[in-house]
T-cell receptor, first 112, second 110 residues
């Protein structure tokens, strides 16, 4: 069974640009969550989607947004990039409530 | 107070040692607990998933939940150099959200 796939693996952007990251969940999983991982803050919850609906959102500015498609694939977008947005962005999928998360290998975003 | 606390280490042990990794949490209503292992440049990998109190064993790994103390543990028996990684505790908080500890870096020396 294929795992969670995230593309691209690496991105370098400049301040002020925007970026879109993509996530394909494990087949059959309908919930997709996104996390930001940095050395100082660890894993921080961004948002969770289920059946194309955002059900929860973390404490991030509105520049961070996401969406989920009918096939459960998900994208997240960061607009007006700042240096502090440099991080590993992780996508995780699960069957749904109370089910454990299964992570992809992340997208490493560097903002210069 | 953070909802989940985990000592970031690093923790260094000789090969064959028993490793104990721990987290504390603040909300007694939490019931679903997980442990993940993360190697460098990889995403976290699910190791153990437990519900409520008690122990769960899988090979060399044992997860333990003490709800009365709000304390969760992961034990690794006969540790190997390949166990060197960052270990993250995680808790499903409800509201479609899982929170993570800071992660403990473990080094197992051959």
């Amino acid at each position: 069974k294929a795992g969670v796939t995230q593309t691209p693996r690496y991105l370098i952007k400049t301040r002020g640009q925007q970026v879109t990251l993509s996530c394909s969940p494990i087949s059959g999983h309908r919930s997709v969550s996104w996390y930001q991982q940095t050395p100082g803050q660890g894993l921080q919850f961004l948002f969770e989607y289920f059946s194309e609906t955002q059900r929860n959102k973390g404490n991030f500015p509105g520049r961070f947004s996401g969406r989920q498609f009918s096939n459960s694939r998900s994208e997240m977008n960061v607009s007006t990039l700042e240096l502090g947005d440099s991080a590993l962005y992780l996508c995780a999928s699960s069957f749904g409530d109370n089910s454990p998360l299964h992570f992809g290998n992340g997208t490493r975003l560097t903002v210069t | 107070q953070k909802e989940v606390e985990q000592d970031p280490g690093p923790l260094s042990v000789p090969e064959g040692a028993i490793v104990s990794l721990n987290c504390t949490y603040s909300n007694s209503a939490f019931q679903y607990f997980m442990w993940y292992r993360q190697y460098s440049r990889k995403g976290p990998e699910l190791l153990m998933y437990t519900y409520s109190s008690g122990n769960k064993e899988d090979g060399r790994f044992t997860a333990q939940v003490d709800k009365s103390s709000k304390y969760i543990s992961l034990f690794i028996r006969d540790s190997q150099p390949s166990d060197s990684a960052t270990y993250l505790c995680a808790i499903y908080t409800g509201g479609f959200k899982t929170i993570f500890g800071a992660g403990t870096r473990l080094f197992v020396k051959a």
